[in-house]
């Protein structure tokens, strides 16, 4: 899959693995970056490798709170 923010192919940072996502619904989440991903073959946070974007949850929260104006 790609990543939702440099559209390269995406790669776990730490181990190098490329991510697939195991069903339709959690690739439209992480897409929404709405829940923290970890990486199922090393079990880190994923990071893609090529933008060092984490898909942590933080970023749905980060434009929401931009949106409300905080």
Not at 39 to 48: D, F, H, Q, V
């Amino acid at each position: 899959m790609k990543c939702a923010y440099c559209d390269q192919v995406l790669t776990c940072e730490a181990c190098g693995t490329d991510y697939q996502a195991p069903t339709p619904e959690a690739y439209e989440s992480i897409q929404a970056c709405e829940e923290a991903v970890l990486c199922p073959t090393c079990e880190a946070i994923l990071i893609c490798r090529w933008c060092k974007t984490p898909y942590d949850g933080r970023l749905a929260d980060s434009e929401a709170d931009e949106a409300s104006g905080l």
